[in-house]
């Protein structure tokens, strides 16, 4: 059974692993960053709720969300929401589908909501009514491929791709090591993210959902196929 690769960051990295392990799959966890939290400040006015596109909104925000957990928060999705909940937060909405379709089906509401983003973050479109102010709380720093990883991959891996910068880093960390890019299957979180990762790859597919369990049924089936060629 070809290998399934994690690179994403911690604490991340490893529940992927133990949940693909839980699959009977051949996991292993090497990380290709980390993130760094940034000291931010809080905006002036009031605010209707949180906006979180990450777990790290809560496990890197640091002492200003104390000033926040009255307020409910609307997560892209259960990581999110769960981190909400272990930090004292109320979650109003999980997502499924992105934040812009969490931001979507608030339409209607006159909400002004604070995002709490990472450095690298998608752009937002909020529907009529409901306005947004944005704080940077993290980065995400970049980490070489290791020998470990290197020797993997030159055997054949499928890696897991949970972001569209993890997927751009990645490629690059295997042209510069002069790797083969058509020994590599990606399994990715979206569309978006696939198509960041370049072409020569193996194969590129996208999970049908953006979560660790369609991602990692669609691993499965990829760390079955043979390669061609």
């Keep these: 059974m070809t290998p399934v690769v994690a690179i994403r960051p911690e604490p991340g990295c490893s529940a992927t692993v133990q949940a693909a392990r839980a699959m009977g799959l051949r996991a292993q966890a090497h990380p290709l960053s980390e993130i760094v939290p940034l000291g931010w400040h809080m905006p002036a006015g009031a605010f209707d709720g949180i906006l979180a596109g990450s777990a ?20 892209v999705g259960a990581s999110t929401a769960e981190a909400a ?6 979650v109003a909405v999980t997502g499924k589908g992105g934040l812009q379709t969490v931001l979507d089906e608030l339409a209607g509401q006159r909400l ?4 709490i983003a990472g450095e690298d973050h998608v752009p937002l479109d909020p529907p009529a009514g409901v306005t947004m102010a944005t704080v940077i709380a993290y980065r995400v720093a970049a980490l070489p491929v290791s020998p470990d990883l290197a020797f993997s991959l030159e055997r054949g891996a499928v890696v897991l791709l949970h972001s569209a910068s ?6 690059a960390e295997v042209d510069r090591l002069g790797l ?33 369990p369609a991602l990692l049924a669609l691993a499965r089936e990829l760390c079955h196929e043979p390669l061609r060629g």
């Design 56 to 75: 790290n909104a809560f496990r890197q925000g640091g002492p200003l969300l104390g000033e926040l957990t009255g307020q409910p928060v609307y997560a």
């Design 85 to 90: 909940g272990k930090s004292g937060f109320r």
């Design 112 to 115: 002004r909501l604070l995002r």
């Design 166 to 171: 993890a997927a751009e880093h990645f490629a």
């Design 180 to 212: 083969a890019r058509c020994a590599i299957r990606l399994a990715a979180l979206g569309e978006r993210i696939a198509a960041a990762a370049g072409p020569g790859w193996a194969s590129v597919s996208a999970a049908d959902e953006p979560n660790d």
